[in-house]
């Protein structure tokens, strides 16, 4: 099959779903431009400070929920149950699934203050619920920044190029938050400043490539930075950060798609290889290992968490919360187009065969080398550097959003509800955090980061159940949310029983009890659904 026919395909329908179903979900939450938003109502100069510019959000919550997940999800599954389920899930799980929840998620942290989603879990199913999932979720971020701190500081260390545009982006996104904020300088002067810095520091990066030798100090560095982005004012360094990062993605993506016109290579890799793979059944555990590129619950504490702060007006809702996960898809089907037509099935050059490059655990390259096939009549010997680089930025914008977002969880949960008041304080909240991640990443973090993939798509199940109720329970339709959510808790559920038994055969009790305790989780957010919405008067 003709790549360049995919990707026109993908791309069309992509388009069709954000104009058609994105304003059947503006209807369905009533968004109303005139509405003021909590960023207005509630400012306080640090975590309630309104964007500029709608494509300033736009940028940070991209960049915030993109990560490494939308590349490296696709890239597995086309190799280990083909291409074909690996696209339709991704444009149709965008489109109806994830979109759904991550804009829902949205508008109901909109309508509740700016509110993380599990604070609005007690007001629709009550307090047992709001501090199982609140604490659930609290402890999933932690390991998320472990885990990113670890993974960035690996990836600094043997990836010499990257180490001056990792670092090098921080001034120049305080520069861009100065010019936007304390200078009113144009938008597009600022954004143009910082976008030629950027792409200067990438450049200087492949020219000058820094080396590390110490791996503690690179660890330190990346969590000083993150308790940094997650005390100071939004505007200061997190937004401007990541709104840059999103050019660097915006670049790749249009270069992406170009050399697709131009190559339209054939794709190599089998439409379909096996329903029972390497990482087992393709129901549930595609439907996991894609994440980020269909959905994920990291998008709805974002959603909820730093962006529905910032937001400036409830008619740039649906282009940030359903735009950006449509075009996380975008990217997700490039990242399909990059390994299964820029690298062969079998028979190919040595290094670049799709098979061989996967078992040896080589995912990252894979797609690098892959995309630098597809590039390779624009940007030549520096496709494959451009397309890790895309790569490799999103982690720590993931990185930085989860310290900050997990504060806010903290201070609801332990410093409201528990009424612990130094978890009030935000600089004693992150150092907490932070203290916690640095020991899970010590070590521990690997011996139960193999059970995160169920668990996030996970908490995107809950969250769908959270705002069903919540529309249910003001009497709105609540089928938009309700399906999505029946059919992921389907897909967890079942990931968790198949990956429970697994764990146990093979004696990994702790991966194993932790799977049985996120599936009474699941089953006890369900009975107080049901519980809490026969309650209400309602109208399906």
Request: contains cysteine.
């Amino acid at each position: 099959m003709n790549s360049l026919f995919l990707a026109v395909i993908a791309i069309f329908v992509f388009g069709i779903g954000y104009r058609v179903y994105g304003k059947i979900l503006e209807g369905l939450f009533g968004v109303n431009p005139e509405n003021k938003t909590p960023t207005h109502y509630k400012y306080d100069g640090v975590d309630y400070v309104p964007a500029k510019n709608w494509l300033v959000l736009f940028g940070h919550h991209f960049s915030s929920i993109a990560g490494a997940g939308p590349i490296l999800g696709p890239v597995i599954a086309c190799a280990v149950w083909g291409w074909g389920p690996a696209i339709l899930w991704i444009v149709l799980g965008s489109i109806f699934i994830g979109g759904v929840h991550d804009f829902s998620s949205l508008m109901v942290s909109l309508r509740n203050d700016g509110r993380s989603i599990g604070d609005t879990a007690e007001s629709v199913m009550g307090i047992r619920a709001k501090i199982l999932f609140s604490l659930f979720v609290w402890l999933s971020l932690i390991l998320v920044i472990a885990v990113f701190a670890a993974s960035a500081a690996k990836t600094l260390e043997t990836t010499p190029q990257i180490a001056i545009p990792t670092f090098g982006i921080i001034p120049t996104a305080i520069l861009v938050g100065l010019m936007l904020y304390r200078w009113r300088m144009n938008t597009i002067v600022s954004t143009v400043i910082g976008v030629v810095l950027l792409f200067g520091l990438i450049l200087l990066g492949w020219y000058v490539p820094i080396k590390w030798t110490y791996y503690g100090w690179l660890f330190s560095l990346l969590i000083a930075y993150a308790y940094s982005a997650s005390i100071l004012p939004v505007n200061i360094i997190l937004q401007p950060r990541d709104y840059l990062s999103f050019f660097v993605l915006f670049f790749g993506l249009i270069v992406g798609y170009l050399g697709v016109i131009i190559t339209h290579p054939t794709i190599h890799t089998p439409h379909f290889v096996s329903f029972k793979g390497s990482e087992g059944y393709l129901f549930p555990m595609m439907f996991v290992t894609v994440a980020c590129g269909a959905i994920s619950g990291f998008h709805s504490l974002v959603a909820s968490g730093t962006t529905s702060k910032q937001l400036n007006n409830e008619r740039d809702a649906k282009r940030i919360g359903y735009g950006a996960m449509l075009t996380e898809g975008v990217l997700s089907a490039l990242a399909v187009i990059s390994v299964c037509a820029g690298l062969y099935w079998y028979g190919g050059p040595d290094g670049f065969v799709y098979p061989e490059l996967i078992k040896g655990g080589n995912w990252i390259v894979a797609f690098g080398k892959g995309y630098g096939e597809i590039t390779k009549p624009i940007l030549g010997a520096l496709g494959m550097f451009i397309g890790i680089t895309m790569l490799k930025t999103f982690i720590v914008t993931t990185l930085d959003t989860a310290t900050r977002i997990t504060r806010y969880i903290g201070t609801e949960l332990f410093g409201e509800k528990f009424g612990i008041g130094f978890m009030k304080n935000l600089y004693i909240n992150s150092a907490i955090v932070i203290g916690l991640a640095t020991y899970l990443a010590m070590g521990p973090w690997q011996n139960i980061w193999p059970v995160f993939g169920a668990s996030n798509q996970l908490v995107a199940a809950l969250a769908l159940l959270v705002v069903t109720t919540w529309l249910l329970s003001r009497k709105k339709v609540g089928l938009y949310t309700l399906i999505p959510a029946i059919f992921m808790l389907l897909v967890t559920i079942t990931a968790l029983v198949l990956q429970a038994i697994k764990f146990f055969f093979t004696q990994k009790i702790m991966l194993g009890v932790i799977s049985v305790i996120l599936i009474f989780l699941a089953v006890f957010m369900i009975e107080e659904a049901m519980q809490n919405i026969p309650k209400m008067k309602k109208e399906i």
